[in-house]
């Protein structure tokens, strides 16, 4: 007996893994910032609170996240694509 399960659209799954990946991201930045909060100031007072954290982490974190996010689901597309295609070939056999 064959699987009827369907697989779904790749944009549905790279929504997914950049919405994962980000809330990853925040948590990360969360855990980080509390823990440099923490720690014994250093001269740089500007840096000393959520503000300055929040803005580096958007400015630079967030987009390095998504740049290699974004890479890795290039490389999957490209390594997904031949099965996708083969997988709807082989559904539209079994329609008819």
Same mark, same amino acid.
């Given at each position: 007996?064959?699987?009827?399960?369907?697989? &779904?659209?790749?944009?549905?799954? #790279?929504?997914?893994?950049?919405?994962?990946? +980000? $809330?990853? /991201?925040? %948590? !990360?930045?969360?855990?980080?910032?509390?823990?440099?909060?923490?720690?014994? &100031?250093?001269?740089?007072?500007? #840096?000393?609170?959520?503000?300055?954290?929040? +803005? $580096?982490? /958007?400015? %630079? !974190?967030?987009?390095?996240?998504?740049?290699?996010?974004?890479?890795?689901?290039?490389?999957?597309?490209?390594?997904?694509?031949?099965?996708?295609?083969?997988?709807?070939?082989?559904?539209?056999?079994?329609?008819?």
């Amino acid at each position: 007996m064959k699987s009827s399960i369907r697989l &779904p659209k790749f944009w549905v799954l #790279a929504t997914a893994q950049i919405v994962l990946v +980000v $809330a990853c /991201a925040v %948590v !990360w930045f969360y855990f980080r910032t509390v823990a440099y909060l923490a720690g014994p &100031p250093d001269p740089d007072t500007y #840096a000393w609170n959520w503000g300055f954290q929040l +803005v $580096a982490f /958007a400015i %630079v !974190w967030l987009p390095a996240f998504l740049v290699c996010t974004g890479i890795l689901l290039v490389i999957e597309r490209a390594a997904l694509t031949p099965y996708y295609h083969a997988r709807a070939l082989q559904v539209g056999r079994h329609v008819r």
